[in-house]
């Protein structure tokens, strides 16, 4: 099991799960307050009287054991530590707050912590079919509720009233709620790359990108599609879309088990380039999904260069920006195969105009 392997790996004999969503991958746990403990070949999950139940239907074919414990769980986790007698304990050291580490410290006596946090999120990266199975089901929500409120996207809607129609359209649909705030930008406003939605009113004549996604069973979509709204497009606009829009495609073309992040992130970013907008694309070309919405491994420049494997998630987003006028990102969410990869989202690519 991967977290015996983990456990080895750091020359621990304990592990300490906090963050929630780690603690629902290994555990199986959907509810908002617990933590695992893996103390040798022991697992322990300890949560208070509002999770018992369902927390035992949860963990325990999961291999933990429940342990209820209503007021005090870090001084509960401290006793079984202490019984145990291990002497190296992992935690998350990306998430676990100085205080937390403070109570760590008072409550589990004498000893060496480790960093586990790296290895829980490149275990986290290669995807189960069931996995795989929910993300494609949120990806499916996300396209059908873009398709539903397309009719809406007129002159005179506020960017705000879209996109609180389209959250609800995915509800409706399926979803326990969008993933991330709905970024709806027009006109001008496109020009940023994480426009929120605002109060903004649409007018013709501008792009209007929506970047947006839902979760289902936990797991999240993530898509982007830019529209014209209007009649006249400028030869500009036309420019930077199909930019977008090539660029996008040689990367999904490229994208197969064996390839590294970077080397897909150059394949997007020297076409942009190529074309003359190499400064309008300041942010990676994409991202993991899954439990979360910004996973390992990133598809950028800037982070560590990762070997894809087959059954990664991964978001393909090229987009170019220029201020005062607009901009254009086209976003799919792909998984890796051997041999290429599986497109998951179905929404036309097209230059749309409405
Ligand atoms: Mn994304």
Known sequence: MILNKIMKELDAQ?????????????TGFTGTT??????GDKRYFLTDFR???????????K????????????????????????????????????????????????????????????ARMVKTEEEIKLIKEATKIADKA?????????????????????????KKLGAEGPSFDTIIASNYRSAMPHGVASEKKLQKEGFVKFDFGCFYKGYVSDMTRTVYLGINPTERHYE????????????????????????LDKIARDYITEKGYGDCFGHGLGHGIGLEIHEYPY??????????????????????YIEGFGGVRIEDDVVVKKDGCEVLNKTTKEFVKL
Do not use: C, H, W
């Open 14 to 26: 304990g592990i300490l799960i906090t963050n929630m969503i780690n603690v629902r991958y290994f």
């Open 299 to 320: 598809l950028s420049y800037k982070a560590e260069d990762l070997v894809l494997e087959e059954n990664m998630v991964v978001t393909i987003e090229p987009g170019i």
């Open 51 to 61: 999770y018992e139940e369902q927390g035992k239907k949860e963990v325990v074919p």
């Open 34 to 39: 617990g933590v695992a403990l893996i103390l």
């Open 146 to 170: 873009f398709e539903n409120i397309k009719s809406l996207i007129k002159e005179g809607i506020s960017e705000e009233r879209l996109a609180t129609e389209l959250e609800y359209e995915m």
């Open 63 to 122: 291999g933990f054991q429940l342990v209820r414990e209503d007021k005090d769980p870090v001084g509960k986790a401290g006793e079984l530590i202490k019984e145990s007698k291990i002497k190296k304990l992992a935690i998350e050291d990306g998430s676990v707050t100085l205080s937390q580490y403070r109570s760590f410290e008072k409550n589990f006596g004498n000893l060496e912590y480790t960093g586990i946090e790296d290895k829980f999120l490149k």
């Open 240 to 263: 930077i879309y199909n930019t977008v829009k090539e660029a996008q495609k040689k990367a999904i073309d490229a994208v197969k088990a064996g390839i590294t992040t970077r080397e």
